[in-house]
């Protein structure tokens, strides 16, 4: 129901999305880790949308979905966080 009122889709569109990208996250491949606090499970993967066209794109972890709702979705700002990573790398190389 959730899933339909906020994003247009239906829990089998959630889950053919899902299995389509092997459970994992679109950006860094991995499975969901984040643990609610309150409940002990694991928190579903996020649905990602384009906050101007709220056009659906892909499943994301917490982490990467936090990061780039943070950023904006602003592909200048998170080219410049990259930049300044590899600047500052500790161990010299890019990463």
Do not use: W
Not at 7 to 27: H, P, R, T, V
Not at 59 to 64: D, F, G, S, T, Y
């Amino acid at each position: 129901r959730n899933l339909k009122r906020s994003f247009g889709i239906s829990l089998e569109d959630y889950l053919e999305k899902l299995k389509a990208q092997d459970g994992k996250c679109a950006i860094c491949k991995q499975p969901e880790t984040f643990i609610i606090k309150a409940t002990g499970f694991i928190k579903r993967m996020a649905v990602d949308h384009c906050h101007n066209s709220e056009r659906i794109r892909d499943l994301l972890c917490n982490r990467c979905n936090t990061t780039i709702g943070l950023a904006e979705d602003n592909v200048e700002l998170l080219k410049e966080m990259i930049n300044y990573l590899v600047k500052h790398n500790s161990n010299g190389e890019n990463n």
